[in-house]
């Protein structure tokens, strides 16, 4: 069963286009990671939040946590080639195992 | 320096072999993970240690058995390979006093089984 649910799982756009991609869960998180995975390497943490409706802006990368921490979105303003990776949500929970649940990914190219 | 480093960087082998996966971190974290990332992107939890005890053992055939000898090291051994068992692996590490906190990977294992 895939606990976060990523859209859309690929996006190829031209540069200077906006995007935003979505993580959603029927499961409340007590926090939200996004990470960006690019080829041949390990995902790197972008942006935590852990408010319910908490954003948080990165250049030009916007977060939101939704309000009942169920969901969240990454919203990239004027994509630029470098932001080309796979872009992966993760859903924390408290605990005595303090696990995180990765989403199924979006896969995003921006095209000079 | 590398942060969390994993050797080898590619395996190959065949079908019935037994093979390990090195990890270590040199963060000082107190939290080692192990992830398997299919061909479709999806990460997925293995197994977790936290300072040399098992913490989360996910629905992993036992052919699959993890070995912390030191808060800084976490190996991967793997019996009787499979196809199936054809990913990529990541070792992670993290402070794990939060829900929130970091995980750091590190480059992962591309496995390939023949």
């Known amino acids: 069963t895939q606990l976060l649910e990523q859209s859309p799982q690929f996006l190829s756009i031209q540069e200077g286009e906006n995007l935003t991609v979505y993580c959603n869960s029927s499961?409340?998180?007590?926090?939200l990671q996004w990470y960006r995975q690019e080829p041949g390497e390990g995902p790197v943490l972008l942006v935590t939040?852990?408010?319910?409706?908490e954003v948080k802006k990165l250049k030009r990368l916007t977060f939101q946590f939704g309000d009942a921490r169920k969901d969240s979105s990454l919203h990239i303003t004027a994509a630029q080639p470098g932001d080309t990776g796979l872009y992966l949500c993760?859903?924390?929970?408290?605990?005595?195992?303090?696990?995180?649940?990765f989403g199924s990914g979006t896969q995003l190219t921006v095209l000079p | 320096d590398t942060a969390v480093s994993q050797t080898p960087k590619y395996l190959v082998t065949q079908m019935g072999n037994d093979k390990s996966i090195k990890c270590e971190q040199n963060?000082?974290?107190?939290?080692m993970y192990w992830y398997k990332q299919d061909s479709k992107k999806f990460l997925k939890i293995m197994f977790s240690?936290?300072?040399?005890?098992?913490?989360i053992n996910e629905t992993v055939p036992n052919r699959f058995s993890p070995k912390s000898p030191d808060k800084a090291h976490l190996n991967l051994h793997i019996n009787s390979l499979e196809l199936g068992d054809s990913a990529v692996y990541f070792c992670?590490?993290?402070?794990?006093?939060?829900?929130?906190?970091?995980?750091?990977f590190g480059p992962g294992t591309r496995l390939t089984v023949l």
């Open positions: 993760a859903g924390g929970r408290t605990g005595s195992a303090r696990q995180l649940t």
């Open positions: 992670a590490s993290s402070n794990n006093r939060a829900s929130w906190d970091t995980q750091y």
């Open positions: 240690y936290n300072n040399k005890e098992l913490i």
């Open positions: 939040v852990v408010t319910g409706g």
């Open positions: 499961s409340v998180f007590s926090s």
């Open positions: 963060l000082g974290h107190d939290t």
